[in-house]
C-alpha cells in the first residue's frame, strides 16, 4: 500500500530527526540519556501493547496494513484453534512442554481469554483436528510474540 | 455444544490453512511493498506445502 509506506517512512524519518540521544556524542560530554529512556520506556509499552492485542503494536505507529493482518491472522488462527478443540495450556501444567504450551498460548495475550471462554467443551486431542488445533493455538502466539517484537522494533527506529 | 465454532478440516485443509495463515503474517511484516507482501506471501506458502507434503511423503514407509 502506497500510502502506507508513506506513513511508514513519515514515522522512521520523525523518529530518526527527533531523536538526538542516538547521534554519536562528543568526547569528554556525557551522553545524553534521558530522551533515549523515555524512547525506550514508549518502545516497551507499545511492544506490550501489541502482545496485549495484537495488532496494536503496529497500529499506534499506524502501521495500518500490518495492524490489520496481525490481528486477522492471529485472531484467525485462535478461533481455528478453538474450534478444532485445541489444547490450551493453563498454568498449571505438570511438565516444562506444558509450561512451553502455557507461554506460547499467552503469546495472543487477550485473545488467551477469549479461547478460554470460546472453548466450552474442552479440548480433544484424542483425534488429529484437536491436535491440530493445538499448534495453531500455540503458533498463533509465537506469531503474535514476533509481531509484537517488531512493533517494538520498529518502534526504536531500528526497522519498519 | 463443545465450543462456540467446530471445524471439521481434513489432514490437508489444515495444513493449507495453517500455511496461509503463517504466510501472511511473514510477508506483512517483513515486506512493505504490496507487491513484494504478495510475492513473498505466495513464495512462502509454496514452500510450506512442498516441504510440508515432501516430509509427509518421506515419512510414509513408517507409518505402519
Known amino acids: 500500500?502506497?500510502?502506507?509506506?508513506?506513513?511508514?517512512?513519515?514515522?522512521?524519518?520523525?523518529?530518526?530527526?527527533?531523536?538526538?540521544?542516538?547521534?554519536?556524542?562528543?568526547?569528554?560530554?556525557?551522553?545524553?540519556?534521558?530522551?533515549?529512556q523515555v524512547t525506550e520506556a514508549v518502545a516497551f509499552a507499545i511492544g506490550a501493547a501489541g502482545w496485549i492485542v495484537p495488532g496494536l503494536g503496529h497500529a499506534l505507529q499506524k502501521m495500518w496494513g500490518r495492524a490489520l493482518g496481525c490481528f486477522l491472522t492471529?485472531?484467525?488462527?485462535?478461533?481455528?484453534?478453538?474450534?478444532?478443540?485445541?489444547?490450551?495450556?493453563?498454568?498449571?501444567?505438570?511438565?516444562?512442554?506444558?509450561m512451553l504450551g502455557y507461554v506460547a498460548d499467552l503469546g495472543?495475550?487477550?485473545?488467551?481469554f477469549a479461547a478460554r471462554?470460546?472453548?466450552?467443551?474442552?479440548?480433544?486431542?484424542?483425534?488429529a483436528e484437536g491436535d491440530y488445533g493445538t499448534?495453531?493455538?500455540?503458533?498463533?502466539?509465537?506469531?503474535?510474540?514476533?509481531?509484537?517484537?517488531?512493533?517494538?522494533?520498529?518502534?526504536?527506529?531500528?526497522?519498519? | 455444544m463443545t465450543s462456540a465454532a467446530d471445524f471439521h478440516l481434513s489432514h490437508f485443509q489444515a495444513m493449507v490453512l495453517f500455511a496461509l495463515l503463517i504466510s501472511i503474517v511473514f510477508g506483512f511484516l517483513s515486506r512493505r511493498r504490496?507487491?513484494?507482501?504478495?510475492?513473498?506471501?505466495l513464495w512462502s506458502?509454496?514452500?510450506?506445502?512442498?516441504?510440508?507434503?515432501?516430509?509427509?511423503?518421506?515419512?510414509?514407509p513408517f507409518s505402519r
Open chain 1, 1 to 36: 500500500m502506497p500510502d502506507e509506506m508513506t506513513t511508514e517512512n513519515a514515522v522512521s524519518a520523525s523518529d530518526s530527526s527527533s531523536e538526538p540521544a542516538q547521534s554519536q556524542p562528543t568526547p569528554g560530554q556525557p551522553a545524553p540519556s534521558g530522551p533515549l
Open chain 1, 74 to 98: 492471529v485472531g484467525a488462527l485462535v478461533f481455528l484453534g478453538v474450534g478444532m478443540r485445541g489444547n490450551l495450556f493453563d498454568s498449571e501444567g505438570g511438565d516444562a512442554f506444558a
Open chain 1, 108 to 112: 495472543t495475550g487477550s485473545f488467551y
Open chain 1, 117 to 127: 471462554a470460546l472453548q466450552t467443551g474442552g479440548s480433544d486431542v484424542a483425534h
Open chain 1, 135 to 160: 499448534r495453531f493455538l500455540a503458533a498463533a502466539g509465537v506469531l503474535n510474540l514476533l509481531a509484537a517484537l517488531h512493533a517494538y522494533e520498529a518502534a526504536r527506529g531500528r526497522k519498519a
Open chain 2, 34 to 41: 504490496t507487491s513484494e507482501r504478495i510475492k513473498y506471501i
Open chain 2, 45 to 60: 506458502l509454496i514452500l510450506f506445502l512442498l516441504i510440508g507434503v515432501g516430509i509427509g511423503w518421506a515419512m510414509y
